[in-house]
């Protein structure tokens, strides 16, 4: 039975969450569970439905076969299944959620979403697959709101066609496409996965294809009524492709930034910066980040080399105490993920710097907060990041930053702070691999002031700072219901 509709905190109906990697343990998802947290404080009456493709999670949450005399098998599976989710929450985020009112709707469709399921029109392939995850998604169980923290346009497009007057928010990590993808193909760009690849016939073609997908992604942006995004990089580039869309169809509500939540309380509370670390730091040289293409893992290997080459020439003592820290989750079902690390070994070793090589996988919370503690560079590779939570952790717990020259990085996060730089930005291996030297060349006393400056810095990110403005969005998206004007 549907749950009434109240006003204000009183508010209990259901609130839906498009999630299909929820149990993944990147940004995104502490997007997701701070989310779910600031919406539990707001409205405690609401109940949370994450819909999710997280369905074989552990032997322990399915062990107990259906029986006679358990009628509610199906149920106390699908529970111990929600305590898996929640315990990794914890452990990965150290964000405690109340599970009575968090219910999950396992999709056995998640698959259609993968890349490695569309070797060729990849990105149509996807957004075409993610309108049969969303069928199974909203055939199991629709709700009052429909929130979309993926990214997934076409979902909320299918779920508006569906259900003309459900109000429906999304999220915004990054642009399936955007104008500077567009802009990679041409012959002399060397940024971005697709850099280069527009020239020849082939490329005419992929030129085209591009290009009327992004207009059909434009498209299904007009329909939602309540937009975020995590930076002001994807803001700009959503208004410019969504922006047509949502004039059209008299979404007057403006795109807003929401940058997402970072642990920088407790990393402030955990990680002591005082002259007293900085005799502690060590020579290491930190990135945090996913297994992914996109991060870009090669280019900070390839840079750390040069470095190293650049220092033997100068001082062999200095090489031997430094060392390059590569900490990352891996996704449960992602055999990708899995051969960029093994290929990543081979690179190093090609280089021969695998003595100065760490890789620490699948780290839980307490491990990376030692790590943030110990080293003295964060370094962040990946072009055109959308935000980079994992740069604002290097900011809270005082650690000079060395980041792309591009996207959220450069433009919100690593900026002056009390007339003075937080850290460094680069494009090319050379340039980090200066960068590196130059945070590791710096006094004591310039170091600790940078660091004092980065941790200023990263008070913009906290967890309440993300609570209220998502709070202020969930407040507008829930007016929406019952006012047809805005749909």
Known sequence: MRKNRDVDGEYDRYIGFFHPFCNAAGGGERVLWAAIKATQERYPKAACIVYTGDIDLTESATDSPATENNAN?????????????????????????????????????????????YPYFTLLGQSLGSLRVAYDALSQFVPDVFIDTMGYSFVTAFARFIFPSMPIGAYVHYPTISTDMLGSLDVNSVEGLNAGTGKGFRGYLKRIYWHLFAHLYGWTGGNIDVVMTNSSWTRGHIQ????????????????????????????????????????????????????????????????????????????????????????GSLRDDNK?????????????QRLNIEDSVEFILNAPWKQMLDWLGRSSIGVNGMWNEHFGIGVV?????????????????????VVDVDGGPTGFHASTASEYAEAFSGAL????????????????????????????????????LIRFQGDTTNH
């Open 240 to 327: 410019s492709l969504w922006g047509p869309s949502r004039s059209k169809l008299g979404k007057r509500r403006e795109i807003e930034v929401v940058f997402p939540p970072v642990s920088v309380e407790d990393i402030e509370k955990a990680v002591d910066v005082s002259e007293a670390s900085e005799r502690k730091r060590e020579r290491t040289i930190l990135y945090i980040a996913q297994f992914r293409p996109e991060k870009n893992h090669e280019l900070v290997v390839n840079a750390f080399a040069e470095f190293l080459k650049n220092s033997q020439e100068r001082s062999k003592g200095v090489v031997s105490k430094t060392r390059l820290v590569l900490l």
């Open 73 to 117: 098998s199906k149920e106390a599976i699908s529970a111990r299944k929600r305590d898996v989710i929640l315990e990794k929450v914890e452990k990965n985020f150290n964000i405690r959620l109340h599970r009575s009112s968090i219910h999950f709707k396992f999709l056995s469709t998640r698959d259609w979403l993968l890349s490695s399921r």
């Open 336 to 348: 990708e993920d899995l051969r960029r690390v093994a290929q990543l070994r081979q690179l190093i």
């Open 441 to 476: 060349s710096l006094s004591s006393e310039e170091a600790l002031t940078m660091r004092h400056r980065a941790r200023l810095s990263a008070k913009r990110f906290s967890e309440e700072r993300f609570a209220s403005r998502w709070n202020a969005q969930l407040d507008a």
């Open 393 to 413: 952790e290097y900011q809270a717990a005082g650690l000079i930053c060395v980041v792309n020259n591009s996207g959220g990085p450069k433009r919100d996060i």
